[in-house]
């Protein structure tokens, strides 16, 4: 099918939700706390992960409401692998979670389905008792979102010593009932709770039919998993569009169980203050729209890194003149490269004693030349790197802020343009130690305004725990005063899972 000026007509997009029913109990005192990841392979038989639910608390008969967006390709095979985890603790790593079983199946299998119900099994292929996985595919063809500001009043009153606990859940309807399309978070022990804002894909809603059902459901959250139903409402998008600050569209939560009682009138009211249809733009609408990707490197030499003349050392070239740095930079680059016109990459250490003075330096240039820091190509940035090390004493502390500040300064330069036609992405390679958090912290805030993403790649086998913090997929990262990030800028990601992908 595909001929270069076809390519574009053989990749659909796709989104999948995912399901399960009777999953293996393996907590002792509570039920499972399940989380689905899924696994991609194509042509070879390289695993990688694409995507990870989030974790849902006590629970054996999971909707899980993130949803995995692939591209779908006709004429390939697209094997595809979910895995059900019960997560105990907040690492990265699920081989120290219980797996509860597993699929294999393609892409094509799950699109041609629509709906795809399937038994689990566990490693060894013998059934993970009774446990089902449900996956739906959807082709994406709608790329508007939904802004939503959205609070309650007077909620029903649910716990026995204090007030409830109430999120909402968003259904689409779907010919075979309703989907699960989004969850908010849990306000705690309020019966008048404002939510924080969120966004839903159109099409997850509706299915972009302005016309079709929506149903809202109100519950109140416990931690045992049984979350008390305070009531339900029925909408459709063109209600929703009505709503305005001044003039909030308003429903009433309706409890089925109550309703039959004398005098009962309504479980709350659920208020919408903004629901805003707008266009998601994709990184390759602004790359065909002519913006500029500036890429800029940054290279942990600290000391914890050990002696580069030393074989343990992270920064060792070995024989074959290669290190984790390198792999890094080379991984990284050559795809970033593509997206940048001049191919001129500024390229930084932090965190070495430099010549001649011998000061601690946490932005100096890798070819040592202040008013030209670029190199030419990812070759040109692997040539610095190479004459830089044995010029440097590895030294600290670790300082994040500084190099993040400074493309932060360029990034705001950009700003000022009249068109969005400048986007900076700063390459933070380390060995995940981290001195300066708390200003961090506040760079990666204040670099939240502008256009600029960081990439940390973690190389060896340290503990990364603060890097997953600042990645902030748990919730937006705060800085210590507790301003909010106004997005996630920053991807963290362990070399040493990727290197083979």
């Not at 120290?96 to 689990?120: A, I, M, N, Y």
């Not at 191919?343 to 030349?369: C, D, R, T």
Request: glycine share 6%; net charge negative; charged share 25%.
């Amino acid at each position: 099918c595909c001929r270069s000026d076809m390519a574009a007509q053989c990749v659909t997009k796709v989104e999948l939700t995912v399901s399960c029913e009777n999953l293996l109990d393996r907590d002792i005192g509570s039920k499972s706390d399940p989380l689905c990841v899924l696994l991609m392979s194509s042509s070879d038989s390289q695993w990688y992960e694409a995507g990870r639910t989030e974790k849902v608390q006590n629970c054996l008969s999971p909707k899980f409401a993130k949803k995995f967006v692939i591209d779908y390709y006709f004429e390939i095979v697209q094997k595809l692998k979910f895995g059900i985890y019960d997560i105990d603790n907040k690492t990265i790593d699920l081989s120290d979670d219980d797996f509860l079983g597993q699929l294999e199946c393609t892409l094509g299998q799950v699109v041609s389905s629509k709906k795809l119900t399937r038994p689990l099994v566990l490693k060894n292929k013998s059934p993970a008792g009774k446990g089902t996985i449900t996956i739906s595919a959807e082709e994406i063809k709608d790329n508007r979102v939904v802004n939503f500001e959205v609070e309650a009043r007077k909620l029903d009153k649910k716990d026995f010593f204090g007030k409830s606990d109430p999120y909402l859940e968003f259904y689409k309807q779907t010919e075979t009932g309703w989907q699960l399309a989004h969850r908010t978070e849990v306000v705690k022990n309020n019966l008048n709770p404002t939510w924080r804002p969120f966004r839903i894909p159109l099409q997850s809603l509706c299915g972009g039919d302005m016309e079709k059902s929506i149903k809202v459901e109100c519950y109140d959250y416990d931690n045992d998993g049984s979350h008390d139903l305070i009531g339900t409402f029925e909408t459709t998008m063109t209600r929703l569009k009505e709503a305005s600050r001044t003039s909030p569209a308003e429903f009433e939560c309706i409890n089925k169980k109550k309703k039959e009682k004398r005098g009962y009138k309504n479980s709350g009211i659920v208020s919408v203050k903004l629901c805003q249809v707008v266009k998601e733009y994709t990184f390759l609408d602004y790359i065909m729209g002519g913006c500029q990707i500036n890429f800029t490197v940054a290279v942990d030499f600290t000391g914890s890194n050990g002696d580069p003349k030393s074989p343990q050392s992270l920064h060792y070239i070995s024989p074959k003149g290669v290190n984790e740095y390198l792999s890094a930079i080379w991984s990284v680059g050559n795809v970033i490269q593509d997206y940048d016109s001049d191919k001129m990459f500024p390229a930084f250490g932090f965190g070495a004693q430099i010549p001649p003075a011998w000061q601690v330096s946490h932005e100096f240039p890798l070819n040592f030349n202040p008013s030209n820091p670029f190199c030419t190509g990812i070759e040109g940035v692997v040539e610095a790197y190479r004459m830089c090390l044995p010029q440097v004493k590895l030294y600290g502390p670790t300082n994040f802020s500084p190099i993040i500040n400074h493309v932060a300064c360029f990034a705001k330069q950009a700003l000022q343009q009249t068109t969005a036609s400048q986007y900076f992405v700063l390459l933070i390679i380390t060995d995940g130690v981290i001195t300066d958090m708390d200003e961090t912290r506040s760079a990666i805030v204040n670099a939240s305004r502008l256009p600029m993403s960081i990439i940390i790649i973690g190389v060896g086998g340290a503990d990364f725990s603060a890097m997953e913090f600042l990645d902030g997929d748990d919730g937006r990262l705060r800085s210590q005063t507790g301003e909010a990030a106004m997005r996630d800028i920053v991807q963290f990601v362990p070399f040493r899972q990727f290197q083979n992908v």
